[in-house]
């Protein structure tokens, strides 16, 4: 009993590893997909086909899977399909190029596809129906954490090893899980069916899923109205309904239509295709916005997203024990309706949320689709034991192809929107230049940018602003005139008193009235015909004396006398005490005067007043106290102070530092007023961009949650009020 029991815990171990494994391959590779086109030198769209090929071969082989598990040994079955993944994880490690890798990621793939529909029927061999629910809900809480493990984990190994360990860390779990199944599972098969292969059912079933998958993964790539794409369409429509007449005419088909007559197995299987649609909406949509619109890192992302899968894990558990009390009716109800709760509050998203409210989003979802996915366990329980290997398959082939609609649908849904919010967002942005204050020339610079450049729909219109931002400061350097700040009534003020200096240094009208600029060139003319003035009247006294002295017959004898008397003051002056001295020095300096202006005005060479002026002057001691000293000092002083006036009145003239100054200060202001103005303008394109793409988002949330809220029905469905009784019925009729 004891050893019993530590086989079935070792069991669920090894079920629980190989999914861990599975799905953490469906999304470690994502985080390394720009690691892997860089060591090839390839383009993301040829490297992402390493994802898209892995859901693609999940989707089309998990229930050819699970029928050759029933006919030839689930246990059997498993070992290979764990083998192929090891394999596979092996041979993409070492790869060589791109082409290679992508098509060893194909036998990852179909080895993933064959333990994925296996994982339920062996668990009900190992634990019994009863309690086949609990290991289920375990298993699936491992699978939820590998899910949101994969980015972070791989980021690690690519970090401190290569992109190559993200495919070599499966190895040791392949060969730990391969072992533990080799020992704690008995071999099990569907007893009702015989063991010939439904090659055609096969065949058409496999081509007509590729072809969906493919057009469902990449029908917005390609174009949906594309050549290609059409042609795909066509092909799948043909090839299942062939496959349903095959099915219908071979004696042992490859899937058995009779398993949709138990209500509860269809409607499990519609809520477990659901729970496929709902994941895109955490894994691809919110993590889409978080990096693209909110701008956060790929590892903020996934800490926020994590949330989800940590409340699954306590979920799935949970649920499955309630189920026993309850039934898993109203425990997968509640999933859908905590999963449409979720998404509807996701509608309500913008670029404030907080970060605490968005995980609680996440945690409501989490809870949600934990409960849900119980529908993979109540979709086994009403039909036979021996079919639950190709029910899981067909369930779980619905979960596949719910994923890959959800992608169609709503990344086709998001770009779309985020397509019309870009017209938006441009049409509104033009109308918010053009109706604010900033100038013409200035609104000519800013929509050539905005319809040259665009708004980016993923929230990252950082570029887009530098370039404006450049643009603006280049086309500011012409502008020589700015309108006055419209919304800042600082600058306002500051504006209206540079206009008003500036004003001032221009000549007074009617309106103005007298402005500094008047005062100056008062100034200046008055300074200029001062000094013009005391000009003319030193050349009158000047030519006054000059015929004076001219015109006297006695002006030599005058001279004469003036230079002997000069001699016997000078002679006395040698003898003479201070005070005499004193008193004689003014003499000296008189009789100098008269001896220079009497030697030059009989000088015969001097004819003219202008001629006395000027040698006068050059013979005059700027120091004395006489009348052409005097006469000297103010024509002087009075140049002087013209110059001065003339100098100022310069400065308040065009192109003078005072009115240049002033005019720059009213510019510079109307510079601040106009940057003020385009900043506001930008934020105000910035609110709008940020409303629009996140609407686009939003819009998409809001369609999900109706898609789910209408498929709530079917979790109605999922279970009976009689469980015993028509368990009981079951037994006795195994080909229900």
């Avoid at 999304?27 to 390839?42: F, W």
Wanted: glycine share 8%; with cysteine.
């Amino acid at each position: 009993m004891k050893n019993d029991k530590v086989r079935k815990r070792l069991g669920l171990l090894a079920l629980s590893l190989v999914m861990f494994m599975v799905t953490l391959d469906s999304t470690i590779t994502n985080i390394a997909l720009p690691t892997i086109t860089d060591y090839y030198g390839a383009n993301l769209t040829d490297s992402n086909w390493i994802s898209t090929v892995y859901v693609l071969v999940m989707s089309v082989f998990i229930i050819p899977a699970s029928k050759l598990a029933d006919q030839f040994g689930r246990k059997k079955v498993m070992l290979v399909g764990l083998s192929l993944f090891g394999v596979g994880s092996v041979l993409c490690a070492l790869s060589g190029n791109l082409l290679l890798l992508i098509a060893m990621r194909v036998i990852q793939g179909l080895g993933g596809a064959i333990v994925t529909p296996v994982m339920i029927p062996l668990s009900v061999e190992n634990f019994g129906k009863e309690k086949a629910g609990r290991a289920v809900g375990v298993i699936g809480a491992v699978t939820a954490v590998a899910a949101a493990a994969g980015p972070p984990i791989g980021g690690l190994l690519i970090r401190y090893f290569n992109w190559q360990s993200i495919f070599y860390v499966n190895v040791p779990v392949v060969i730990i899980t391969f072992v533990l199944i080799g020992i704690c599972f008995i071999e099990s098969f569907d007893l009702t069916i015989s063991k010939k292969i439904d090659w055609l059912g096969m065949l058409f079933l496999s081509l007509g899923l590729f072809q969906l998958t493919f057009v469902l993964v990449k029908g917005y790539d390609l174009g949906w109205m594309s050549t290609n794409i059409l042609l795909l369409i066509a092909g799948a429509i043909i090839s299942l309904t062939v496959f349903f007449i095959v099915e219908l005419k071979v004696p042992e088909p490859l899937m058995e239509f009779s398993l949709f007559k138990e209500i509860t197995f269809s409607s499990s299987a519609i809520v477990y295709f659901i729970c496929g649609f709902a994941v895109v909406c955490s894994s691809l949509i919110f993590n889409f916005f978080l990096q693209n619109v909110r701008e956060y890192t790929a590892l903020n992302a996934a800490y926020i997203i994590m949330f989800m899968s940590f409340t699954v894990m306590i979920s799935m558990p949970l649920g499955s024990k309630l189920a026993e009390k309850t039934g898993f009716r109203p425990i997968i109800f509640t999933g859908i309706l905590l999963m449409c709760a979720s998404l509807f509050m996701l509608t309500r998203l913008n670029m404030d949320t907080t970060r605490v409210l968005m995980i609680g989003e996440m945690m409501i979802l989490g809870f949600g689709f934990g409960f849900s996915c119980l529908s993979i366990v109540s979709a086994v329980q009403y039909i036979p034991q021996t079919k639950s290997g190709i029910g899981s398959g067909i369930v779980n082939a619905g979960r596949q192809l719910g994923t890959c609609l959800g992608i169609a649908l709503l990344v086709g849904l998001t770009t779309h929107h985020a397509d019309v919010a870009k017209t938006s967002i441009e049409r509104k942005a033009i109308n918010e230049v053009s109706s604010s204050s900033v100038t013409a020339s200035l609104k000519t610079v800013l929509i050539n940018d905005i319809q040259k450049n665009g708004q980016s729909t993923s929230g990252k219109g950082k570029d887009v602003h530098k370039i404006i931002e450049k643009d603006i400061e280049q086309a500011m350097l012409s502008v020589e005139d700015y309108p006055e700040p419209a919304n800042n009534e600082l600058l306002q003020k500051l504006f209206e008193g540079s206009e008003k200096m500036t004003l001032q240094f221009e000549k007074g009208n009617n309106v103005t009235g007298s402005t500094i600029y008047d005062g100056i060139n008062g100034i200046n003319q008055g300074s200029q015909s001062l000094a013009s003035g005391i000009k003319g009247y030193v050349n009158l006294v000047n030519e006054s004396l000059f015929q004076i002295i001219k015109s006297n017959p006695y002006a030599p004898e005058l001279l004469a006398g003036y230079k002997k008397e000069m001699e016997n003051t000078q002679h006395t002056y040698k003898t003479a005490t201070q005070q005499q001295k004193n008193q004689m020095e003014a003499k000296i300096e008189f009789l100098t005067y008269l001896i220079n202006i009497y030697s030059i005005g009989t000088d015969p060479a001097i004819a003219t007043g202008e001629q006395f002026q000027n040698a006068v002057a050059t013979k005059s001691n700027p120091s004395s106290n006489n009348v052409t000293a005097a006469s000297t000092q103010l024509i002087e002083g009075a140049d002087q102070l013209a110059a001065s006036a003339e100098k100022i009145d310069a400065q308040f003239a065009d192109n003078g530092d005072f009115k240049t100054g002033a005019m720059n200060l009213k510019k510079g202001i109307g510079q601040a007023g106009q940057l003020s103005e385009i900043n506001e303008v930008v934020t105000r394109i910035e609110n709008i961009q940020n409303n629009e793409v996140v609407a686009a988002f939003t819009k998409t949330f809001l369609v999900a949650a109706l898609i789910i809220l209408l498929s709530a029905f079917a979790g109605l469905f999922t279970d009976r009020k009689k469980v015993n009784e028509v368990v009981s019925t079951q037994s006795d009729h195994p080909g229900y």
